[in-house]
């Protein structure tokens, strides 16, 4: 079977493992794992699930949904302050990435991505084919600017920011996103999948920029991963050369009528964004406190980043994951040497978790 060459090489996403096979292979029970390791939300969006429950009696499954997705794009566009024109429904940011990589990446062309970040911005540049240029962010994790500039090429056509970064959990200037793309003169893509949760946005860019365009979603601060409801934000013209390549049906008409029920109302969503902020502060003051056995780093999203001091990242991930907590481990990506990601949690989880960390990150 010959399939294409850039397959021939081609390093995956790495798919989080289902959680019954973690709980078969710790010897416990799949309720008893806690999920630290996928940024999800802790709290279930129960408003817009009542009122699928309302909706459902009398919703047509068995017709595809309106491919135009007007509605939701509708409530979109209230909830951004854009127009629909501005708005490209997707499902979840992953297909926005694809979409805009497909938009501009041909065969050996080029993105420039700050590092480490998110993986699938250079997983979808390659499979156009493209090559990625990596610039190294600073010590605090913050944008190389002038690296990012400087590695703009005759055959760059992208720059991915994302912001808040994952997995540093740090935000960015906009006036420095303004200046990459006002310099660069590249599509800039600023993936903004955790805007909830620091409330900093360059989505007004598009109003004065027609290269660039913002990704978001509802899976993070609207606690809607499940559903898989993302958007694009640009400006009318990348908006047309976008839809001319997106799927006409790749939300669920379930998706639809959830997301629209949650854009309808966002009072719920801004409790549980209240609430994970309110954790993330709590429980990154409570690693601080474990300053003999490791290092945390500030975040505005809902997750923290920490580096341990002395103890090794894969064993203290191991240890944790007899106890039914799973973290991410990311000491293999570039300036996370022994670094382990964690969720943020409810007060219970955060205190559980604090308590076998220290336990678990001694020698």
């Known amino acids: 079977m010959k399939t294409r060459r850039v397959l021939e090489d081609f390093e995956p996403y790495s798919w989080e493992t289902p959680t019954h096979e973690i709980a078969a292979a710790v010897g416990l029970r799949p309720d008893q794992i806690v999920r630290l390791d996928t940024n999800t939300s802790q709290y279930r969006p129960l408003a817009a699930m009542k009122e699928l429950e309302k909706v459902l009696p009398a919703a047509r499954l068995n017709d595809y949904p309106d491919t135009s997705y007007r509605r939701l794009a509708e409530g979109l566009a209230r909830y951004t ?41 250079g997983i979808d540049t390659q499979l156009m084919g493209g090559r990625i240029k990596t610039v190294p962010r600073t010590a605090d994790f913050g944008l190389d600017v002038d690296g990012i500039l400087g590695s703009v090429g005759p055959k760059t056509k992208l720059v991915f920011l994302c912001n808040p970064n994952n997995p540093t959990g740090n935000s960015s200037p906009v006036a420095e996103v303004e200046r990459i793309v006002k310099e660069s003169e590249v599509g ?18 598009i109003d004065r920029y027609d290269n660039v365009v913002v990704c978001r979603t509802l899976s993070k601060g609207f606690s809607m991963a499940g559903v898989r409801v993302g958007y694009l934000v640009g400006n009318e013209e990348m908006v047309q050369e976008l839809n001319k390549i997106r799927m006409p049906n790749s939300l669920s008409m379930l998706s639809i009528i959830l997301a629209e029920a949650a854009l309808a109302d966002t009072t719920e969503m801004q409790r549980h964004v209240r609430a994970t902020v309110r954790d993330r502060e709590s429980l990154y003051g409570g690693l601080l406190e474990l300053e003999e056995l490791l290092t945390p780093y500030p975040s505005e999203a ?62």
């Open 81 to 121: 302050g854009k127009k629909t024109g501005n708005l490209v429904v997707t499902n979840g940011t992953d297909e926005g990435l694809d979409l805009v990589t497909k938009a501009f990446i041909d065969r050996g062309e080029e993105a420039v991505i700050p590092t480490p970040t998110y993986a699938m911005y």
């Open 188 to 205: 800039v893509v600023v993936d903004e999948a955790y805007f909830e949760l620091c409330g900093k946005s360059a989505v007004d860019l």
């Open 302 to 363: 809902n997750f923290i980043l920490f580096r341990l001091r002395s103890a090794r990242a894969d064993v203290v991930h191991r240890r944790l994951l007899k106890t039914g907590l799973v973290l991410r481990n990311v000491g293999h990506l570039p300036g996370l040497k022994n670094c382990l990601r964690t969720t943020v949690g409810t007060p219970r989880i955060n205190r559980r978790l604090l308590a076998e960390l220290a336990g678990a990150a001694k020698n």
